[in-house]
């Protein structure tokens, strides 16, 4: 769901086609009710070599048409492919329903490139059991929505048990602020035989990811919005306290290991083979650790983001196509809710995927953490019925998944991310690295990127 590389890829592509996005609509919108019928076209649908999460939707798709015979779905695969997203909205072949990252809704909206759908949301259900910073994510802050969220992630800190109850620290109490980390990152990497107690990205644009969800931890940004302008805001205390931190383990401690300059697959690497404490991460790196890296479930933890001031967020969500007939849309918003945002069939879903053997019991789909009050807590009740991974290692994650602070990447994400891993690199390799030079020379640097958003 938030591949870091799929992502990079998609915003690209995104900016590639940034002066296309005018001719966003078209052909596809056209009306082509037959025999009663509406016909509607969406995205989403998983590749052949995905074999059981295609049978799951193509099994969706025939349900829901049984059930709904005046709609029928045109399914297309893909989620937004970058290899093909530029040239469909140069052709007018945009989906009626189609699937976008939350980065993506902010530009969409602001180039009237999604249809609005305030005035049908009355008419779906459980739409005010979505948490409200998922839903904020779909709405131009004036009252109006363009979309909704059918899941999502946001950053926490993943950890491994056996390591901690080796280091004499007691698993079920992870750390809750960054002077823990370091604390019980020191204890870990006094295991020897190469163990590293914490480690984090420096390349790859990764590194500058991570030091944003740091930020965040911290209750502080990246970018704010000064009028009309967005401009850095990481040169601060707040920013100097990340680097700071990092320094101090790097050089002060070694709880970081020798080897630096780290991406996501050595870093996972590390943990899957045992030998790293903690890193950042969301809840979808525990079944690559294990299906990749030949991990175990029972050995990692996943906690809240250390330091209560907030995360990043990120997930995914469908928007209609702007030019779609109001019999579209209603159609959609019917397809949406039933497929992604239907209570009454998670106890359905779960059997299907505990039978299959898939991993059931984590924060991710197939039950995504987007709810609130009753109905999360119904889903956790079904998720612990039909888990199949140790639900109790990721409690703490889900104790503060619904209230705490999230906000999503900002804007031209890849340009600040890039500008901050030169920080990250900087204070990972060297001990006497310019703190006040680093941070200023990437201010500079995300200020001018940050001048062409508009």
Same mark, same amino acid.
């Given at each position: 769901?938030?591949?870091?590389?799929?992502?990079?890829?998609?915003?690209?592509?995104?900016?590639?086609? *940034?002066?296309?996005?005018?001719?966003?609509?078209?052909?596809?919108?056209?009306?082509?009710?037959?025999?009663?019928?509406?016909?509607?076209?969406?995205?989403?649908?998983?590749?052949?070599?995905?074999?059981?999460?295609?049978?799951? /939707?193509?099994?969706?798709? +025939?349900?829901?048409?049984?059930?709904?015979?005046?709609?029928?779905?045109?399914?297309?695969?893909?989620?937004?492919?970058?290899?093909? /997203?530029?040239?469909?909205?140069? #052709?007018?072949?945009?989906?009626?329903? /189609?699937?976008?990252?939350?980065?993506?809704?902010?530009?969409?909206?602001?180039?009237?490139?999604?249809?609005?759908?305030?005035?049908?949301?009355? %008419?779906?259900?459980?739409?005010?059991?979505?948490?409200?910073?998922?839903?904020?994510?779909?709405?131009? #802050?004036? #009252?109006?929505?363009?979309?909704?969220?059918?899941?999502?992630?946001?950053?926490?800190?993943?950890?491994?048990?056996?390591?901690?109850?080796?280091?004499?620290?007691?698993?079920?109490?992870? =750390?809750?602020?960054?002077?823990?980390?370091?604390? %019980?990152?020191?204890?870990?990497?006094? $295991?020897?035989?190469?163990?590293?107690?914490?480690?984090?990205?420096?390349?790859?644009?990764?590194?500058?990811?991570?030091?944003?969800?740091?930020?965040?931890?911290?209750?502080?940004?990246?970018?704010?919005?000064?009028?009309?302008?967005?401009?850095?805001?990481?040169?601060?205390?707040?920013?100097?306290?990340?680097?700071?931190?990092?320094?101090?383990?790097?050089? +002060?401690?070694?709880?970081?290991?020798?080897?630096?300059?780290?991406? $996501?697959?050595?870093?996972?690497?590390?943990?899957?083979?045992?030998?790293?404490?903690?890193?950042?991460?969301?809840?979808?790196?525990?079944?690559?650790?294990?299906?990749?890296?030949?991990?175990?479930?029972?050995?990692?933890?996943?906690?809240?983001?250390?330091?209560?001031?907030?995360?990043?967020?990120?997930?995914?969500?469908?928007?209609?196509?702007?030019?779609?007939?109001?019999?579209?849309?209603?159609?959609?918003?019917?397809?949406?809710?039933?497929?992604?945002?239907? =209570?009454?069939?998670?106890?359905?879903?779960?059997?299907?995927?505990?039978? %299959?053997?898939?991993?059931?019991?984590?924060?991710?789909?197939?039950?995504?953490?987007?709810?609130?009050?009753?109905?999360?807590?119904?889903?956790?009740?079904?998720?612990?019925?039909?888990?199949?991974?140790?639900? *109790?290692?990721?409690?703490?994650?889900?104790?503060?998944?619904?209230?705490?602070?999230?906000?999503?990447?900002?804007?031209? +994400?890849?340009?600040?991310?890039?500008?901050?891993?030169?920080?990250?690199?900087?204070?990972?390799?060297?001990?006497?690295?310019?703190?006040?030079?680093?941070? #200023?020379?990437?201010?500079?640097?995300?200020?001018?990127?940050?001048?062409?958003?508009?």
């Amino acid at each position: 769901m938030n591949s870091f590389r799929a992502r990079t890829a998609v915003a690209i592509a995104l900016l590639a086609s *940034a002066g296309l996005l005018a001719s966003a609509c078209g052909s596809s919108t056209q009306n082509t009710a037959q025999g009663g019928k509406v016909t509607i076209s969406v995205n989403g649908q998983p590749p052949q070599t995905q074999a059981f999460d295609r049978k799951v /939707f193509d099994q969706d798709v +025939a349900e829901f048409e049984a059930s709904h015979p005046d709609i029928h779905i045109e399914p297309h695969e893909g989620f937004m492919d970058p290899k093909t /997203f530029s040239a469909k909205l140069a #052709g007018g072949q945009l989906e009626d329903v /189609f699937y976008v990252y939350f980065t993506d809704p902010a530009n969409l909206i602001a180039r009237h490139q999604a249809a609005d759908i305030t005035s049908y949301l009355k %008419d779906v259900p459980h739409v005010g059991d979505l948490q409200q910073q998922l839903r904020d994510v779909f709405g131009d #802050g004036k #009252g109006h929505t363009y979309g909704l969220p059918t899941a999502n992630y946001s950053m926490g800190l993943l950890y491994n048990r056996t390591l901690f109850t080796r280091a004499g620290l007691n698993p079920d109490q992870p =750390p809750r602020t960054w002077d823990d980390v370091r604390a %019980d990152a020191k204890k870990i990497s006094a $295991l020897g035989n190469g163990t590293v107690g914490y480690a984090d990205y420096s390349k790859s644009n990764q590194g500058g990811w991570h030091f944003t969800a740091w930020m965040y931890s911290e209750g502080g940004q990246v970018a704010r919005k000064d009028g009309d302008q967005w401009k850095a805001d990481f040169n601060n205390d707040k920013g100097r306290d990340v680097v700071s931190h990092l320094n101090q383990m790097r050089w +002060a401690d070694n709880s970081m290991g020798d080897k630096q300059l780290l991406e $996501l697959a050595d870093v996972q690497q590390l943990m899957g083979a045992g030998q790293l404490g903690m890193y950042i991460a969301a809840p979808d790196n525990v079944p690559t650790l294990v299906n990749q890296f030949k991990g175990n479930y029972t050995d990692y933890g996943l906690a809240s983001l250390p330091g209560g001031g907030g995360t990043l967020l990120g997930g995914e969500g469908y928007m209609l196509n702007p030019k779609a007939t109001p019999e579209k849309i209603k159609a959609g918003l019917t397809w949406l809710q039933w497929k992604y945002l239907n =209570p009454d069939r998670i106890e359905k879903k779960l059997q299907l995927y505990q039978a %299959d053997k898939q991993p059931v019991g984590l924060p991710v789909p197939p039950v995504a953490d987007i709810w609130t009050g009753p109905v999360r807590d119904q889903q956790e009740q079904l998720k612990a019925k039909y888990a199949t991974v140790p639900v *109790a290692n990721y409690q703490p994650y889900m104790a503060t998944a619904a209230t705490l602070p999230g906000h999503i990447e900002p804007p031209n +994400a890849q340009q600040v991310y890039a500008a901050l891993d030169n920080v990250m690199q900087a204070v990972l390799t060297t001990r006497d690295a310019n703190v006040d030079q680093l941070l #200023g020379a990437a201010e500079t640097t995300v200020n001018a990127a940050l001048a062409q958003v508009r």
